[in-house]
């Protein structure tokens, strides 16, 4: 089992900056990749960014390229999610997320961290 714990979100201007954290722990050593997803409120929740545990490749959904910056630190178990330039429509709650090796889905996820952007 692998429990993620996000931290950082808050109220910010439209153009400010805030960045995210999610801490993994116990059975980190079974982490293959790990991502970032938001849900607004009466939309579906949508990928944002992801990031390999090892190799540390990254891929990031269209609408957040080139503002958000998925980074880890495998020594403090834990995956930052940098937003930048944020906009109104970044408004939403954010979830980590962990799959596992040899999984084909996300299949830990942490409880989520509202971020609302004011405009």
């Known amino acids: 089992q692998v429990h993620l714990v996000e931290s950082g979100g808050g109220l910010m201007e439209a153009g400010g900056s805030l960045r995210l954290s999610c801490a993994a722990s116990g059975r980190t050593w079974s982490i293959y990749a790990m991502g970032w997803f938001r849900q607004a409120p009466g939309k579906e929740r949508e990928f944002v960014a992801t990031?390999?545990?090892?190799?540390?490749?990254?891929f990031y959904a269209d609408s957040v390229k080139g503002r958000f910056t998925i980074s880890r630190d495998n020594a403090k178990n834990t995956v930052y999610l940098q937003m930048n330039s944020l906009k109104s429509e970044d408004t939403a709650a954010y979830y980590c997320a962990a799959k596992g090796r040899g999984s084909l889905e996300y299949n830990y996820w942490g409880q989520g961290t509202q971020v609302t952007v004011s405009s």
């Open positions: 990031i390999g545990w090892s190799g540390g490749s990254t």
